[in-house]
T-cell receptor, first 111, second 112 residues
Framework: QKEVEQNSGPLSVPEGAIASLNCTYS??????FFWYRQYSGKSPELIMF????GDKEDGRFTAQLNKASQYVSLLIRDSQPSDSATYLC???????????FGKGTKLSVKP | AAGVIQSPRHLIKEKRETATLKCYPI?????VYWYQQGPGQDPQFLIS???????DKGSIPDRFSAQQFSDYHSELNMSSLELGDSALYFC???????????FGPGTRLTVL
C-alpha cells in the first residue's frame, strides 16, 4: 500500500462547479499535509497546507483534514478551466520534512 | 519574490555519461530537497540538506551524490547515467528543516 493514496482521475467538472479532491495517508503520526498543483511538464506549485483538524480556507480553495480518518481533501469552488491540472497531495515525513506524494489526481474543468 | 533557480533547465546526455544539476534556493532558505519525477509518476524524494549537512536520504542511487555549499546552493552529481534516469529533477527549498517547501522549475534530463 502506498503511503499516500489519491484517485488518479481524471476528474471532470463543469466550469463554476465545486471540484472535490481526496487523499488518504497511512502513517497515523503524520502532522503536516500539503496540496500542490502541477501543470504538465511544470514544477509543483503550493496551493495550501494544513496541520490541524478541520477546515482551512484560502480564496476559492478549502483544505479539510480529519486525522482520525487519516483523510485530507481539497475543495475548489467556482472551478475555472485554468484550474485544470494534476493535484498532488503530500505528507511531510519525519522531522526533516521530506515530502511523500500521492500519484496525483488529474482535474479537468470543462468550459 | 525570488524563487528557486535550477540550471540547466534541459540536459541531454548519453548513457554512461555524467551530469551535474544545480539548485539555488530562495534567499535566506537554508534547506534544500531534491526530487526525481519520472514520466507519469509522482515526485520521489532523493536527498536533502540542512545548513550544508545532509539531513535525510531517500531513494537516491549510489551513482548519484549531492552536496550543499557555503552559499546554500546545492549540486546533484549523477554518474554512469542510465536510460531510466531520464526524468524531471526538482529542487525545493525551505526556510528550515521541516518548513514549507517551494519548488524550482526543474531540470529535464534526457539520457539517450
Amino acid at each position: 500500500q502506498k503511503e499516500v493514496e489519491q484517485n488518479s482521475g481524471p476528474l471532470s467538472v463543469p466550469e463554476g462547479a465545486i471540484a472535490s479532491l481526496n487523499c488518504t495517508y497511512s502513517d497515523r503520526g503524520s502532522q503536516s499535509f500539503f496540496w500542490y498543483r502541477q501543470y504538465s511538464g511544470k514544477s509543483p506549485e503550493l496551493i495550501m497546507f494544513i496541520y490541524s483538524n478541520g477546515d482551512k480556507e484560502d480564496g476559492r480553495f478549502t483544505a479539510q483534514l480529519n486525522k482520525a480518518s487519516q483523510y485530507v481533501s481539497l475543495l475548489i469552488r467556482d472551478s475555472q478551466p485554468s484550474d485544470s491540472a494534476t493535484y498532488l497531495c503530500a505528507v511531510k515525513k519525519g522531522s526533516q520534512g521530506n515530502l511523500i506524494f500521492g500519484k496525483g489526481t488529474k482535474l479537468s474543468v470543462k468550459p | 519574490a525570488a524563487g528557486v533557480i535550477q540550471s540547466p533547465r534541459h540536459l541531454i546526455k548519453e548513457k554512461r555519461e555524467t551530469a551535474t544539476l544545480k539548485c539555488y534556493p530562495i534567499p535566506r532558505h537554508d534547506t534544500v530537497y531534491w526530487y526525481q519525477q519520472g514520466p507519469g509518476q509522482d515526485p520521489q524524494f532523493l536527498i536533502s540538506f540542512y545548513e550544508k549537512m545532509q539531513s535525510d536520504k531517500g531513494s537516491i542511487p549510489d551513482r548519484f551524490s549531492a552536496q550543499q555549499f557555503s552559499d546554500y546552493h546545492s549540486e546533484l552529481n549523477m554518474s554512469s547515467l542510465e536510460l531510466g534516469d531520464s526524468a524531471l529533477y526538482f529542487c525545493a527549498s525551505a526556510g528550515g528543516a521541516g518548513d514549507t517547501q517551494y519548488f524550482g522549475p526543474g531540470t529535464r534530463l534526457t539520457v539517450l
